[in-house]
């Protein structure tokens, strides 16, 4: 059980439950997961927790600091450890998530910093773009019919992580 999170939740005059302890740990084991994906893995052990708990503790875990979300494209956000801190390379072709570290855009948030004022989470940043695979396979020739066969597979391979 996670003490400093039962801690923190006993401070709130919440306690822990057995369901949030399962969120939580599904949450650490996958790294990035879709509160579906998290209702998955937390229904493999107890049967009966629903989407609506798990989307409920998410969003408690998420006010307590424990867990963050990000956004990597259409649909559901996607949830981490708080202190899972990267930017998110998300590739539109064949929806591949890479990890860069935050300082990649330091440059950027320092001057949105010093021009805007405002201070950008760079662990709450998803870019979209291409991977290099896709970039080798686009420069390589593949007719688009046969990549989109490929992306297809890896979506669906991908959502079973």
């Known amino acids: 059980m996670d003490t400093s999170l039962k801690g923190t939740l006993h401070k709130r005059g919440l306690r822990m439950t057995p369901q949030r302890q399962l969120v939580l740990d599904a949450v650490r084991d996958l790294g990035h997961a879709t509160p579906e994906q998290v209702c998955t893995r937390v229904q493999a052990t107890a049967p009966a927790v629903n989407i609506t708990t798990v989307y409920r503790t998410l969003d408690l875990l998420e006010e307590l600091g424990v867990v963050r979300h990000a956004h990597l494209g259409h ?87």
Do not use: I
């Open 75 to 161: 649909g559901a956000p996607t949830y981490s450890e708080h202190q899972h801190r990267h930017v998110h390379l998300v590739c539109h072709r064949c929806g591949r998530v890479d990890e860069a570290p935050t300082e990649l855009l330091s440059g950027v948030a320092e001057r949105t910093q010093a021009d805007l004022g405002f201070r950008l989470d760079a662990t709450h940043v998803a870019l979209s773009g291409t991977c290099a695979d896709c970039a080798a396979e686009h420069d390589a020739g593949t007719p688009d019919h046969e990549h989109d066969e490929n992306d297809a597979a890896a979506r669906a391979v991908e959502g079973d992580r």
